[in-house]
């Protein structure tokens, strides 16, 4: 298994190869054999979950029309990268107990973990100003959202998020600082720097500490709003009634998208508030507070984000969970039809031979 990951990732060289060792070289290996065990399902999860959010979203018309669109593949996307370009290799550190990957791929992978993970937050921040406009102005909501701007949107996000990601590049702090399977993180680089000790603070308040106050806020925003319209809807109850029964389904479906954002902003700050108050816990401690073993698992708690919203878009939406199935019985009718036709060409053989 190790082999696959480093034939894809890691160009082992005496030039790149430098001497650090995770602090799974100290585990047991049963530790070491189920955290890889686990990990590579994540990857496997991401992987293949985003991928199928990204065509479903891209190719199905029932998807297409969704409202968010653009918003939730672009989301799709910045997981999808973080399965494909920075979990491979953190894989097979935690496996081999050493960073294999060499340095240049070292800065590359944690320029990504930050670019892709910031991009993130800011998406699902994005996605909540999105569900506040559906449900506090729903009659202006498709010439107020429209593709353009949400493209473009998403674009600003992609670049606020990469302006974040390169400080460490120019000798802002270091990566392995923010990134502990990567290398070893020095005193100079962290609370000896105070130049470092800013940019950590800026990083977490202005990305994840951002991101939440402005979730925090449209949401109660959106909750206040929906209770006042309940309040109208029962008040003219048997108005809405005679008028149609689609202003009810769009209604339901409105707060039904609410809530499906809820629980996706829900899990990520599940996943990723472990890693960030540890961050400033050590900003204040030293970097030794929680030690290496806690860097290491917040971190890959965070990274089993990535597999958490094409599970959480299965459950909440029927029409992907009915698209699901209809590959998988397209595949398996294919592979039934190959199978016959197969067997068929076979008999017809048998019988001219004969």
């Known amino acids: 298994m190790s082999g696959n990951f480093t034939n894809q990732c890691c160009n082992k060289t005496a030039k790149d190869e430098f001497h650090f060792y995770l602090v799974t070289s100290t585990w047991t290996a049963s530790a070491v054999i189920l955290t890889t065990i686990l990990m590579i399902i994540v990857n496997v999860v991401t992987l293949v979950g985003n ?108 670049i606020y998020s990469t302006l974040w990601a390169l400080p460490p590049l120019f000798g802002v702090s270091s990566y392995e600082c923010f990134i502990p399977y990567i290398g070893k993180c020095l005193e100079k680089d962290w609370l000896q720097n105070k130049v470092a000790v800013v940019f950590t603070a800026s990083v977490v308040c202005g990305t994840y500490g951002v991101a939440v106050v402005i979730m925090c806020f449209v949401y109660v925003k959106i909750f206040i709003t929906i209770f006042k319209q309940s309040k109208r809807i029962s008040v003219t109850v048997e108005q809405v009634q005679r008028n149609s029964d689609l202003a009810a389904r769009t209604y339901a479906s409105t707060r039904k998208g609410v809530l499906t954002v809820l629980i996706v902003i829900g899990t990520y700050m599940l996943c990723w508030s472990p890693f960030c108050i540890l961050l400033f816990v050590q900003m204040a401690c030293g970097k030794s507070t929680g030690g290496p073993t806690a860097d290491l698992i917040t971190m890959f708690i965070g990274f089993a984000n990535s597999a958490c919203n094409p599970i959480i878009y299965c ?40």
């Open 315 to 354: 459950i909440r939406y029927r029409t992907f969970r009915e698209t699901v199935k209809r590959i998988f019985v397209r595949k398996n009718d294919c592979f039934k039809y190959f199978l016959g036709e197969r067997d068929q060409m076979q008999t017809n053989s048998r019988s001219v031979t004969s």
């Open 51 to 158: 991928v199928f959010v990204i065509v479903a979203l891209t190719k199905i018309d029932a998807l297409k029309s969704m409202a968010n669109n653009q918003v939730v593949i672009s989301l799709a996307v910045a997981d999808l990268l973080v399965g494909l370009l920075v979990m491979p290799c953190a894989i097979d550190g935690v496996l081999e107990g050493k960073w294999r990957c060499g340095r240049l791929w070292g800065k590359l992978n944690a320029f990504g973990n930050f670019s892709f993970c910031i991009s993130s937050i800011m998406h699902l921040a994005l996605l909540s100003f999105d569900r506040y406009i559906a449900i506090s102005r729903p009659l202006v909501y498709s010439s107020v959202v429209t593709k353009t701007r949400a493209r473009s949107a998403c674009l600003l996000f992609w």
